[in-house]
């Protein structure tokens, strides 16, 4: 693995972990947009999905059932790796993509389109955490329009998590600040102590 994928899976992970979003709760804003994706695009699957060390996860779905997926598995973790969109007219007749595990067992799997998130940049770097995705049953070609679309649609995802990240960090540093006047005060309540047992005093201009 180059040094530059190497710190990127690192920096993807660690990405993942200061957003705390792997397991939660479907939200609005998330499910919103897997919709508007899905009815552009009028096609069977749409979901968000973020590659985790060893699955995909999908954050918001539409049209399947599934949570999440090996990660080997997944044609969308190639998309994270390589930081590149991957559109495919018909998945079974790819000369890369059909021999893939997921579409080789999964005849159905056809028309495919994914565009990267890129994650919130951390410290003066950033790393794509996941994927919008857009899956449908026949082969179909996708208008400049409609990948037009989708690219914004995931520029607005990315808008999602960047406060995410900062409302974490901002909690973060409120509790180090709460801790930090608390040893504070214990140590001001110390030093009165031990005055009162020295039987000495202070001044203070």
Same mark, same amino acid.
């Given at each position: 693995? $180059? *040094?530059?994928?190497?710190?990127?899976?690192?920096?993807? /992970? #660690?990405?993942?972990?200061?957003? #705390? =979003?792997? &397991?939660?709760?479907?939200?609005?804003?998330?499910?919103?947009?897997?919709?508007?994706?899905?009815? =552009?695009?009028?096609?069977?699957?749409?979901?968000?999905?973020? =590659? *985790?060390?060893?699955? /995909?996860?999908?954050?918001? %779905?539409?049209?399947? *059932?599934?949570?999440?997926?090996?990660? *080997?598995?997944?044609?969308?973790?190639?998309?994270?790796?390589?930081?590149?969109? =991957?559109?495919?007219?018909?998945?079974?007749?790819?000369?890369?993509?059909?021999?893939? $595990?997921?579409?080789? &067992?999964?005849?159905?799997?056809?028309?495919? +389109?994914?565009? $990267?998130?890129?994650?919130?940049?951390?410290?003066?770097?950033?790393?794509?955490?996941?994927?919008?995705?857009?899956?449908? &049953?026949?082969?179909?070609?996708?208008?400049?329009?409609? @990948?037009?679309?989708? %690219?914004?649609?995931? @520029?607005?995802?990315?808008?999602? !998590?960047?406060?995410?990240?900062?409302?974490?960090?901002?909690?973060?540093? !409120?509790?180090?600040?709460? +801790?930090?006047?608390?040893? @504070?005060?214990?140590?001001?309540? /110390?030093?009165?102590?031990?005055? #009162?047992?020295? #039987?000495?005093?202070?001044?203070? @201009?």
């Amino acid at each position: 693995m $180059p *040094d530059t994928t190497a710190r990127d899976e690192v920096l993807r /992970q #660690q990405t993942l972990t200061a957003l #705390q =979003i792997l &397991d939660t709760a479907p939200e609005d804003e998330f499910d919103a947009v897997v919709k508007a994706a899905r009815r =552009i695009f009028g096609c069977r699957t749409s979901f968000i999905s973020f =590659i *985790d060390s060893d699955r /995909q996860w999908f954050k918001a %779905r539409e049209g399947t *059932d599934l949570r999440e997926t090996p990660r *080997d598995c997944s044609i969308c973790a190639i998309a994270v790796e390589q930081n590149r969109e =991957i559109l495919v007219e018909d998945l079974q007749a790819h000369p890369q993509f059909s021999k893939h $595990p997921a579409v080789a &067992d999964t005849p159905e799997l056809r028309f495919y +389109a994914s565009i $990267p998130l890129a994650g919130p940049t951390i410290g003066e770097a950033s790393a794509p955490i996941g994927t919008l995705c857009v899956i449908d &049953d026949h082969p179909r070609t996708a208008t400049p329009e409609e @990948l037009s679309e989708l %690219r914004q649609l995931a @520029l607005v995802i990315e808008s999602l !998590l960047r406060p995410r990240l900062d409302a974490k960090l901002s909690r973060i540093a !409120l509790a180090e600040r709460r +801790a930090l006047i608390d040893n @504070l005060h214990r140590t001001h309540r /110390q030093f009165e102590l031990a005055e #009162q047992m020295a #039987q000495i005093g202070h001044w203070r @201009l």
